[in-house]
């Protein structure tokens, strides 16, 4: 009995590492895009590829701490070409890129003697984005070309040179007919119909390191990043095309026709490309927006939204002139210090704020302040209020 016990455990370290199992695993995230501070579900799946069947299996996820604890499942014996499926959920309030896996399984000999670990090679990523906030439909300046019905429209030609016609159809305006096609083709040609142009909109974050103060999921940073993911969805989902911009001069999705994106087919492409750019913003090293302002001097119609942190007189000349580069502009400032100091719901201007506010009025900017614990959607229906009185104020002084 001594003999048997003394070779027993030598005898399970061969058998184990002798034994060939065949296992495969695969995760799966639902969803894959999560907003912060809401859950999403992992679901993995072991398989046994032999044909043996496997021992006692213990699985094991690597995850992230701040995604919380380490996921440990114990399989018991999987058959011949038999499969488990195991799920656990992950949470963080922190928005980022987490990698999950790779996945590592441990196997045991029949006495639970011995163990042997293998590790898969792949993982995946969870990407959690900023928190998005349902906005109102409000009219502000600027958007009254694109909204609801009142959208432009511009012909598809440009020119004699330039057109792309169709084919005649029964019911068209004779008065359309172009005339070179027709004769080129052969057939009755007609000028393409009017395409409505959508209208525009530019996200401004601001970024600098030096304009916020604090860190964390109740920082002015952070709900200046959730702002600006909000406004990009809420301008989307009516008809807008949109880019966002930061203090770097950096334009999301890209920088072709100015950076716009939205179009029906692409808008979703669009809205995906630039949460996964706020999932991962972070301060940048730069004292100024003069490089955001470059981006803006083209001009051209459509509507300015920013999210400026601390502003002092230099910076804020530079953000009033963005103001006359577009149709219309929008202004959300934060004073990081007022915004630490101040208890959660004071209304009103923030101290060290002021200023700055009536100087962005006076450039023709809607500017509100951003006190702590207001949300946002009280603060775009009080901007939305603040332009109607200022508009009615100017209409009064007119007349």
């Not at 016990?5 to 995760?27: D, E, I, M, Q």
């Not at 072991?46 to 690597?62: A, H, K």
């Not at 490089?291 to 001097?297: C, E, F, H, S, T």
């Amino acid at each position: 009995m001594g003999l048997l016990l003394a070779v027993l455990p030598l005898v399970c370290v061969l058998v184990l590492y002798r034994t060939r199992y065949r296992v495969a695993g695969s995760r799966r995230l639902s969803p894959g895009r999560v907003p912060a501070g809401s859950e999403a579900r992992v679901h993995l799946r072991v398989e046994n590829v032999s044909r043996l069947p496997t021992g006692l299996l213990m699985l094991q996820d690597r995850v992230p701490y701040v995604l919380g604890p380490r996921p440990r499942f114990v399989l018991d014996r999987v058959e011949a070409g038999g499969r488990r499926e195991v799920s656990y959920r992950v949470r963080s309030d922190l928005r980022g890129r987490y990698p999950l896996g790779p996945l590592q399984l441990r196997l045991t000999d029949p006495f639970g003697m011995c163990e042997l670990t293998r590790s898969f090679s792949t993982y995946d990523t969870l990407t959690v984005i900023p928190r998005v906030e349902a906005l109102p439909p409000v009219r502000l300046g600027g958007e009254a070309k694109g909204y609801g019905e009142g959208r432009q429209r511009s012909l598809a030609l440009a020119g004699e040179d330039d057109v792309i016609p169709r084919g005649y159809r029964y019911g068209d305006d004779l008065r359309r007919v172009h005339w070179r096609s027709t004769a080129r083709y052969g057939e009755l040609m007609v000028r393409r119909e009017e395409q409505p142009q959508r209208a525009r909109c530019t996200v401004l974050l601001d970024t600098r390191g030096v304009a916020f103060a604090g860190a964390g999921p109740g920082s002015a940073f952070e709900w200046a990043v959730s702002g600006a993911a909000s406004v990009l969805v809420h301008m989307l989902e009516r008809g807008f095309s949109v880019r966002l911009l930061t203090d770097t001069g950096s334009v999301v999705p890209g920088e072709g026709a100015d950076g716009f994106a939205g179009a029906s087919q692409e808008s979703a492409d669009a809205a995906g490309l630039m949460m996964d750019t706020l999932a991962v913003i972070d301060h940048s090293d730069g004292t100024g927006l003069s490089r955001a302002y470059d981006v803006l001097r083209g001009g051209g119609e459509g509507l300015l939204v920013a999210f400026f942190g601390d502003l002092d007189e230099e910076q804020a000349a530079v953000a009033a002139r963005m103001r006359q580069r577009s149709g219309g502009a929008l202004a959300f400032v934060l004073d990081s210090d007022a915004w630490q100091r101040e208890p959660a719901g004071v209304p009103g201007p923030l101290d060290g704020a002021e200023e700055r506010l009536r100087s962005l009025r006076e450039a023709g900017w809607t500017a509100v302040s951003v006190p702590r614990g207001v949300s946002l959607e009280e603060l775009w229906r009080r901007a939305d209020r603040e332009r109607s009185g200022a508009a009615a104020a100017s209409g009064g002084e007119g007349a």
